[in-house]
């Protein structure tokens, strides 16, 4: 039986990708749908631990485990201010999501990162615009900006009417799991752009790498309900 066979890959998904001359797999692990209401440890050693191998890795959806951390807001329970509805018009807008291109997502961002910090972003914003450059406000803004998830075509419901932060903790959220679980555990921001390895239990590999090897996405963004997969070399 082929590789491709032997797993399930998500549509338009590879189960294969090559890193520095070497295959790997990235095998998704189908789950329930998680929530507030699950222990993400819990969930690790219910899905993939039987099919751990040494030397796998668990990697696992940042919005998955900012579920299970109450880090889902619904959309009609925040509530803007003027200053996050101005801000909000003038994000690009990107083919991997919203961003905080709505009034809702950039409240958050402006819980999440201090006013000053957010519209000291957007001053860089505009400079880096006149530069030809693009990022700086995400460069500026830092990684709980740049990882908060608003409503898209495509997500499963309910998150679908939902906001999501960034995990709180991810390295030491991560580590807790990897502990649970018996395997390296890394908490990732993949879309259809590229990866951030917001969290990894071990120093070894890198995070550059743990991006290079994840970064088309084979989780996919929706219905899939394959929050986590396993890296493991071909």
Same mark, same amino acid.
């Given at each position: 039986?082929?590789?491709?066979?032997?797993?399930?890959?998500?549509?338009?998904?590879?189960?294969?990708?090559?890193?520095?001359?070497?295959?790997?797999?990235? &095998?998704?692990?189908?789950?329930?749908?998680?929530?507030?209401?699950?222990?993400?440890?819990?969930?690790?050693?219910?899905?993939?631990?039987? =099919?751990? =191998?040494?030397?796998?890795?668990?990697? &696992?959806?940042?919005?998955?485990?900012?579920?299970?951390?109450?880090?889902?807001?619904?959309?009609?329970?925040?509530?803007?201010?003027?200053?996050?509805?101005?801000?909000?018009?003038?994000?690009?807008?990107?083919?991997?999501?919203?961003?905080?291109?709505?009034?809702?997502?950039? /409240?958050?961002?402006?819980?999440?990162?201090?006013?000053?910090?957010?519209?000291?972003?957007?001053?860089?914003?505009?400079?880096?615009?006149?530069?030809?450059?693009?990022?700086?406000?995400?460069?500026?803004?830092?990684?709980?900006?740049?990882?908060?998830?608003? *409503?898209?075509?495509?997500?499963?419901?309910?998150?679908?009417?939902?906001?999501?932060?960034?995990?709180?903790?991810?390295?030491?959220?991560?580590?807790?799991?990897?502990?649970?679980?018996?395997? *390296?555990?890394?908490?990732?921001?993949?879309? !259809?752009?590229?990866?951030?390895?917001?969290?990894?239990?071990?120093?070894?590999?890198?995070?550059?790498?743990?991006?290079?090897?994840?970064? !088309?996405?084979?989780?996919?963004?929706? /219905?899939?309900?394959?929050?986590?997969?396993?890296?493991?070399?071909?």
């Amino acid at each position: 039986m082929s590789q491709e066979n032997a797993y399930s890959v998500n549509p338009g998904k590879q189960l294969v990708r090559t890193v520095d001359g070497v295959d790997y797999l990235r &095998i998704p692990v189908k789950t329930h749908l998680i929530t507030k209401e699950d222990d993400m440890a819990d969930v690790v050693a219910r899905y993939p631990k039987e =099919q751990m =191998q040494e030397g796998d890795i668990l990697f &696992i959806s940042e919005k998955a485990v900012a579920c299970t951390q109450s880090r889902a807001i619904p959309m009609e329970d925040i509530h803007p201010r003027k200053l996050a509805v101005t801000l909000s018009r003038y994000v690009t807008k990107t083919p991997a999501g919203i961003g905080l291109g709505i009034p809702e997502t950039m /409240e958050m961002a402006l819980q999440e990162c201090g006013t000053v910090r957010i519209l000291f972003a957007a001053f860089c914003s505009v400079i880096g615009k006149l530069l030809g450059k693009k990022g700086w406000f995400y460069m500026v803004a830092g990684p709980k900006a740049r990882g908060i998830d608003g *409503p898209t075509e495509g997500t499963i419901p309910p998150y679908d009417h939902y906001v999501v932060l960034t995990p709180a903790d991810p390295t030491g959220t991560a580590k807790r799991l990897a502990q649970a679980l018996g395997y *390296p555990v890394a908490i990732v921001d993949i879309n !259809d752009l590229g990866a951030n390895i917001l969290g990894f239990s071990e120093k070894e590999p890198s995070m550059a790498f743990l991006a290079k090897a994840l970064g !088309d996405n084979p989780l996919g963004q929706g /219905e899939e309900c394959t929050p986590m997969g396993i890296l493991r070399r071909a």
